[in-house]
Structure formats: structure tokens, C-alpha cells
């Protein structure tokens, strides 16, 4: 019995290679003042290349210092914070992703030739986002976010644009 039970294991192993085929393209990183930490934002894409409809965008934490390691979100994080939701939408060939901390910026995820950009807009122009960086102070109980600043380059120049958000 526990061979037979062995060998179906391996044979499940070599039944799913999809899982290991599954790789990563970067998207966009969110920065804090108090520490080096950074929330990534990947896209996921499938072994031909597409965005995974599964799951075509996963964010974790990532130090800046060389071997950091890499921790998923906590529950709070991605309900509070960090977390975001992801609708497939074919009116713009991709995805569709809200942040949970900028429900009302709507940022597209999408393949475009061999890359993939989250897009969005900075002072009403189309960029691709590059980083989003978060100015806060500490504060009981959850940090008070005074300002953020989105980055990303134009669609059309190719310019670096900058635009700077206040909470209301």
C-alpha cells in the first residue's frame, strides 16, 4: 500500500508541470517612509506567455537588502491596505485592478506585444505605473498617510510623470 501510495504521488507530480511553468513579470512596487520594505505587484503568466486567468496579479513584500526574503501579505494588509481585486475585462484586452488603498484609480493590467503593464493615469494622462510611495507618520491605531506619490511613464512620450495625492 505505500508504495502504490508513493508512485501516485510522483505520478501527480509529473501530472501538474503547469504549476512549476507559471512565471512572473513585474508590474509596479508601493515604498514607505519608515522602512525598506516594498509591496511588489507581479503579473502572473502561464507558460505560453498570457496572463494567468487564475491569478494574473499577485503582491508580496520584498526587502531591498540582497537575499531579504519574500513574505505574502497578511489578511490585514490585503483587506486594509495592499490588497486589491482583479476583474477580467475584454473591453481593454486584460484586466481590470482596483487597490484596496485607491479603490477609485483604476489601474489596467495588460500584455502589450511581449510586456506586461499596469496602466493607469497621472494628471489625466495614460502612463504605464511604475511605483506608488507612501509618505506617513505612525499613528494609533494605523499609520496616518499624509500624502502619495504616483509614478509612471507616459504611454505616447514616454516621459516620467509624477502626481501627488492627499487623502481626504
Known amino acids: 500500500m505505500k508504495k502504490a501510495m508513493g508512485w501516485f504521488a510522483v505520478l501527480v507530480l509529473l501530472a501538474t508541470p503547469a504549476a512549476a511553468q507559471i512565471k512572473t513579470s513585474p508590474l509596479f512596487i508601493i515604498e514607505r517612509d519608515e522602512n525598506t520594505n516594498v509591496v511588489h505587484y507581479d503579473a502572473r503568466l502561464t507558460a505560453d506567455g498570457k496572463l494567468d486567468p487564475k491569478e494574473p496579479v499577485i503582491a508580496y ?18 483587506k486594509m491596505a495592499y490588497g486589491f481585486t482583479v476583474k477580467p475585462d475584454p473591453s481593454v484586452n486584460g484586466y481590470k485592478m482596483a487597490l484596496v488603498a485607491a479603490p477609485e484609480k483604476e489601474i489596467i493590467v495588460k500584455k502589450v506585444k511581449d510586456a506586461v503593464h499596469a496602466e ?16 506617513a507618520s505612525d499613528g494609533l491605531p494605523w499609520p496616518k498617510v499624509h500624502y502619495i506619490e504616483v509614478y509612471g511613464k507616459d504611454l505616447q512620450t514616454g516621459e516620467s ?8
Open 61 to 78: 513584500w520584498a526587502g531591498r537588502a540582497e537575499g531579504a526574503p519574500r513574505e505574502n501579505l497578511n489578511w490585514i494588509e490585503k
Open 120 to 135: 493607469g493615469f497621472i494628471n489625466g494622462r495614460p502612463v504605464v505605473l511604475e511605483k506608488l510611495h507612501i509618505h
Open 161 to 168: 510623470l509624477r502626481e501627488k495625492m492627499v487623502p481626504k
